[in-house]
């Protein structure tokens, strides 16, 4: 039998009950939507590319990624309409940046956390 399952049922309805309004009261379908967006190989490696360099054109973002500026393009978009990056026009060029400190933090920490050695071994 696995160490890791409730030997008996034993429900915290206190607990519970806190947990399940709080998760009512959040919107869910938006933090769904910027997981899912970041699941996406191409869109991490751009999020992440702008996280460490801050700002970067769409021509530059096509090259680290090897993909075409138009599939870029595409992928920036996307970012943009999910309030996880901005962008600026300079002339003829596009610049995209992370949308705020929150964006930056997220994709800091999520690197960061995997990078650390896993301390959850049984």
């Not at 393009?73 to 400190?101: C, N, P, T, W």
Request: hydrophobic share 40%; aromatic share 6%.
């Amino acid at each position: 039998m696995p160490n890791d399952i409730c030997e008996v049922t034993c429900i915290h309805e206190d607990k519970v009950n806190r947990v399940k309004q709080q998760i009512e009261s959040q919107s869910l379908e938006s933090v769904m939507k910027v997981y899912k967006l970041l699941a996406d190989k191409n869109r991490l490696q751009i999020a992440y590319a702008l996280f460490i360099e801050e700002e970067l054109c769409v021509c530059d973002l096509a090259n680290i990624i090897g993909a075409t500026t138009a599939t870029t393009s595409h992928h920036l978009r996307q970012l943009h309409k999910a309030g996880i990056a901005m962008f600026r026009k300079e002339g003829k060029l596009v610049y995209y940046s992370l949308s705020d400190s929150n964006m930056k933090q997220l994709i800091s920490q999520t690197f960061s956390h995997m990078k650390e050695p896993s301390n959850h071994a049984v």
